[in-house]
């Protein structure tokens, strides 16, 4: 078991290597043709969001829940197979095919099931393991010793990191849309959250930093920073009408390129977490 994990980790890498410079050397999709044709959300009419009922089986991933809302993995969230998701993920939010193999064959291995063969319901993504991605000091969840039901967003969370939005796009035409969240952002609520943890005698380990950075990096990359399309995302966990993919190379976003946003995020939320034991410190 563990050997065929490392080599299908190094083979992983690879592949999201080779397909980082085939996609910087391919040309993009024009804007409005992301989703492929045939998929929901082709053009940017999304099936339609039913909010998550009495039974529907939800997780810790607003993402994930979002497609279940809008019927693009099974309404009631239950017996999807890892094949699946890896085919919904990247016809719907435009990661490259190694983030879509690399994730679902991550959470298989932390509920110690079979990628090619089982199936799950969205709760158990929520599992709280070694192995798992849920952890504390989540910025759209309280901590499961507050909230057993991962499944369900904290709107004060979500609103308190949405009014610290202090970005601008300079060119979009309607200022309603203009706000942006920035990493900056992201870094100092992420901080706020994790030294909040501390304090009630909490940790994060490694991995799980990480998965907290990377998960607040898919906000700028793939939704694309704007507030007026994060709302619906974080909140109601819908996807906005005409909505599509940030990220619009050919090949999708892969490991390395996303990287490049997930470590620098990580950095400045450490730099914020300093900045914040410093003025307690200092009274
Ligand atoms: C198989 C694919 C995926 C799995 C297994 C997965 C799993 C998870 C889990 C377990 C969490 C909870 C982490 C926590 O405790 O904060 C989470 C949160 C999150 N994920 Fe996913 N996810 C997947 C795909 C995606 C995709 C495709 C996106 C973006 C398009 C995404 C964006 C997020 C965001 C924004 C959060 C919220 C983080 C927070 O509250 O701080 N995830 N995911
Ligand atoms: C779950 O899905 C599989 C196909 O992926 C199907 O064969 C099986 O009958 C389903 N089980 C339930 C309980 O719906
Ligand atoms: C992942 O999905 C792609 C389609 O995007 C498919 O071609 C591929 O076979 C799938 N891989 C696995 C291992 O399920
Ligand atoms: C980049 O991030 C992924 C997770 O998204 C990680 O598994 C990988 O090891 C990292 N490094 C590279 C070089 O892709």
Redo the contacts with the bound molecule.
């Keep these: 078991m563990a050997i065929t994990s490392i080599f299908n980790d190094a083979f992983v890498l690879t592949w999201d290597f080779i397909l980082t410079i085939v996609d910087a050397v391919t040309p993009s999709h024009p804007a409005g043709h992301v989703v492929p044709a045939g998929h929901p959300g082709a053009g940017g009419e999304w099936p339609e969001y039913v909010s998550p009922g009495e039974g529907d089986s939800r997780?810790?991933?607003?993402?994930?829940n979002a497609m279940a809302n809008h019927g693009i993995l099974p309404h009631d969230g239950k017996n999807i197979s890892?094949k699946t998701?890896?085919e919904t993920?990247r016809s719907?939010?435009n990661?490259s095919p190694s983030?879509?193999y690399f994730?679902?064959n991550?959470?298989a291995r932390a509920l110690d099931k079979d990628y090619f063969k089982d199936t799950f319901d969205l709760e158990q993504?929520?599992?709280?393991n070694d192995k798992?991605?849920?952890?504390?000091?989540?910025?759209?969840?309280e901590d499961?010793r507050f909230q057993p039901d991962?499944g369900k967003?904290h709107i004060p969370?979500i609103n308190e990191l949405l009014a610290t939005a202090s970005g601008k796009d300079t060119s979009a035409e309607d200022p309603e849309n203009a706000l942006m969240l920035t990493s900056d952002d992201l870094a100092r609520y992420?901080a706020k959250?994790r030294t909040d943890l501390e304090n009630i005698g909490g940790k994060l380990d490694f991995i799980?930093k990480m998965?907290?950075s990377?998960?607040?990096a898919?906000?700028l990359r793939?939704?694309g920073g704007h507030v007026s399309d994060l709302r619906p995302?974080?909140i109601d966990e819908r996807i906005p009408d005409k909505w599509e993919?940030a990220i619009r190379s050919r090949v999708g976003l892969t490991m390395a390129r996303f990287n490049l946003t997930v470590l620098p995020l990580e950095f400045s939320t450490r730099k914020h977490m300093k900045a914040l034991a410093k003025a307690k410190k200092s009274g």
């Design positions: 997780c810790a991933c607003p993402m994930l890892f998701m890896n993920i719907t939010y990661f983030f879509c994730v679902p991550y959470i993504i929520s599992v709280r798992g991605i849920e952890h504390d000091a989540s910025l759209t969840r499961v991962q967003p969370f992420s959250r799980h998965f907290g990377s998960n607040s898919t906000l793939i939704v995302f974080l993919p």
